[in-house]
Nanobody, 127 residues
Framework: QVQLVESGGGFVQTGDSLRLSCTASGLTEEYFAVGWFRQTPEKEREIISC????????YYEDSVKGRFTISGDKGKSIVHLQMDGLTPSDTADYYC????????????????????WGQGTQVTVSS
């Protein structure tokens, strides 16, 4: 059984940084990538970044490009999301997710729909 646990959220001020971590268990050879998503009450959950364990392919949604950095290590079953230059528009609940045959490319994620989700970690950025 795959389980994902996010950590690292918090309350920060504009311009500050946070490092989110997604720690996974139960990943087998059929798991190729992990995605980071965020959701607010006003907006549906959206993918903001993903990381491919195999070839290291990375995707960033335009609003986080240049400010967020994703990295990962399948051997350690962990994916980090370094978030710099945070603004109030980054305030959201952040989730990591994966599935068997879920892939990541520089253009986005593809393959299976995310099936396993963490419980989420809250990020609040004050102005």
């Amino acid at each position: 059984q795959v389980q994902l646990v996010e950590s690292g959220g918090g309350f920060v001020q504009t311009g500050d940084s946070l490092r989110l971590s997604c720690t996974a268990s139960g990943l087998t050879e059929e798991y190729f990538a992990v995605g980071w998503f965020r959701q607010t009450p006003e907006k549906e959950r959206e993918i903001i970044s993903c990381f491919s364990f195999g070839d290291g392919s990375i995707y960033y949604e335009d609003s986080v490009k240049g400010r967020f950095t994703i990295s990962g290590d399948k051997g350690k079953s962990i994916v980090h999301l370094q978030m710099d230059g945070l603004t109030p528009s980054d305030t959201a609940d952040y989730y990591c997710a994966t599935a068997e045959y879920y892939y990541c490319s520089p253009y986005g994620s593809y393959g299976s729909q995310p099936r396993y989700w963490g419980q989420g970690t809250q990020v609040t950025v004050s102005s």
